[in-house]
Nanobody, 128 residues
Framework: QVQLVEFGGGLAQAGGSLKLSCTAS????????MGWFRQGPGKEREIVAA????????YYADSAKDRFAISRDNAKNTVYLQLHNLKADDTAVYYC?????????????????????WGQGTQVTVSS
């Protein structure tokens, strides 16, 4: 059973940057797509970004395009989400999750139903 732990959340000013990390333990995640999700106050959880198992394919929600960057280091069993140009609407708990295995299909990367094994989340608060 894989355990996922997110790090890097905190308080940032609008326009600022944060880098989130998600480290897996228990087994390797190198053969799995990974995704970042978020849930803001009073909102449903939504996918933010996803990356294929080899890192060659990425998916970004419209809200994340041109501002966020997902990456992974399989040697470190870690996935990252770099947040730039933060906005107040980015305030949320950010979660990483394990996605489907051995796939780079965008349709599967972007589907929340393909994800399981969630981390506990890390809070990102953006002050305007």
């Amino acid at each position: 059973q894989v355990q996922l732990v997110e790090f890097g959340g905190g308080l940032a000013q609008a326009g600022g940057s944060l880098k989130l990390s998600c480290t897996a333990s228990g087994r390797t995640i190198s053969s799995y797509a990974m995704g970042w999700f978020r849930q803001g106050p009073g909102k449903e959880r939504e996918i933010v970004a996803a990356i294929s198992w080899r890192g060659g394919t990425t998916y970004y929600a419209d809200s994340a395009k041109d501002r966020f960057a997902i990456s992974r280091d399989n040697a470190k069993n870690t996935v990252y989400l770099q947040l730039h140009n933060l906005k107040a609407d980015d305030t949320a708990v950010y979660y990483c999750a394990q996605g489907p295995q051995y796939t780079g299909q965008t349709t599967r990367l972007r589907s929340p139903y393909e994800y399981d094994h969630w981390g506990q989340g890390t809070q990102v608060t953006v002050s305007s």
